[in-house]
């Protein structure tokens, strides 16, 4: 028997009878898809020369409110604030009176400018309020020229204090505050009401 190798050998060293592994199915190519162009990132500020993707950018953003910035008016409480200040003015008005031994009409539109500026620096910037201020300055006036006259009338020797004068005998009160009154006091009456009208509207703005 020959020396030969069985099987024969091709040249090159390569096997005939050798299988060659299976190849896989080539499959179809899918076309790339496109690119989608550069959409800039919400957090980037273009403003300020750029930022790094998923970078913040406060500009995006609302700014917050600033620390102690003054809250808005409160019509209500302005109101309550208004009839605070009148009662308060009247109690001063009233020692006025008691202090020189007659009425003093500026004093009674200064009662409506203090009563304007309460009401329109807590109430705010509400249209009704201007009017709201000239019942209430009149008040404080009406209240205070009362407060003043039971201040007089209780220093008489035998006479009664001011608080039975306010709850006992209010109808003498009232009828000694009529008396006392004259033009010049109606006069300035209407003043303190208007002021009370023109403080609140400028205040408010």
Partial sequence: MSSSNYPPQQPGGQNPYAQQPPQPPQQPQQPAAPQQPYAPSPYVNPQQGGAAPGGFNAGAYAPPAPIGAAPAGNPGLGVVAGIAAALVAAVIYGLLIKGTKH???????????????ALAKVGGRNPSLPFIGIPLALLGVYLGQLFGIALLISDIPGAPGVMSLFTQHFSVLQDTWKDAMDGKDYFFFAIAGLE???ITKRVAG
């Fill in 103 to 117: 009425e003093i009409g500026y004093a009674a539109i200064a009662v409506g400018a203090i009563v304007g500026f």
């Fill in 196 to 198: 009370g009208f023109v």
